[in-house]
């Protein structure tokens, strides 16, 4: 069965201090990877796409990266503003345009 | 300014109701799609469509139904079927093309059962 886990689930960061987040993933055969960003109480804001394996993306303060088994969203010297909920979801080749599998998200919190 | 509007962002509904959530979009993507978000879940598809007058179940389609009459617009229909309506409704679309399939969300609508 195809699925996304993250985690952690919720991770507190002080201003500054650079950590990352994970995705890991079980599908048959991966089309595409994505990242989001979800405040609360809004639609989930496109970051990036990545689509094989030793690819990279980067996007201000963040950085995704891929594995055969995992992603993880490095975000580095966070600020107060990158805190929100980011979603990893996959999408399996073969399967239909609708099948993009979510996980549930990790809550991130920087603190001033 | 292109993008995706979800009305109306605030829904009540008393039970036996039938309410619709409206989505439209000026990106001209082709696919779209209705996902529903509950507290500590992950997002699930409940409908989509790649193409006008053309539409799939998705994962949780029991209790919603949905037409795609024109490409811009892609609406929702909760029905009193649905026993645990209360959610958070996303509405996306997609280019869907070869190059590129990600989607893009609307800003949401929240569904209430007074």
């Known amino acids: 069965e195809d699925q996304v886990t993250q985690s952690p689930e919720a991770l507190r960061l002080q201003e500054g201090e650079s950590s990352s987040l994970n995705c890991s993933y079980t599908v048959s055969g991966l089309r595409g990877l994505f990242w989001y960003r979800q405040d609360p109480g809004k639609g989930p804001e496109f970051l990036f796409t990545?689509?094989?394996a030793g690819e990279e993306k980067e996007k201000e303060r963040l950085k995704a990266t891929l594995t055969k088994k995992e992603s993880f969203l490095h975000i580095t010297a966070p600020k107060p503003e990158d805190s929100a909920t980011y979603l990893c979801a996959v999408q399996a080749r073969g399967g239909s345009q609708g099948n993009l599998i979510f996980g549930k998200g990790t809550k991130l919190s920087v603190k001033p | 300014d292109g993008g995706i509007t979800q009305s109306p962002k605030y829904l009540f509904r008393k039970e036996g109701q039938n309410v619709t959530l409206s989505c439209e979009q000026n990106?001209?993507?082709?696919?779209m799609y209705w996902y529903r978000q509950d507290p500590g879940q992950g997002l699930r598809l409940i409908y989509y469509?790649?193409?006008?007058?053309?539409?799939q179940k998705g994962d949780i389609a029991e209790g919603y139904s949905v037409s795609r009459e024109k490409k811009e617009s892609f609406p929702l229909t909760v029905t009193s079927a649905q026993k645990n309506p209360t959610a958070f409704y996303l509405c996306?679309?997609?280019?869907?093309?070869?190059?590129?399939?990600?989607?893009?969300f609307g800003p949401g609508t929240r569904l209430t059962v007074l």
């Open positions: 990545l689509y094989s």
């Open positions: 990106l001209n993507h082709d696919a």
């Open positions: 996306a679309s997609s280019p869907r093309s070869a190059s590129r399939n990600e989607q893009f």
């Open positions: 469509s790649q193409i006008v007058n053309d539409f």
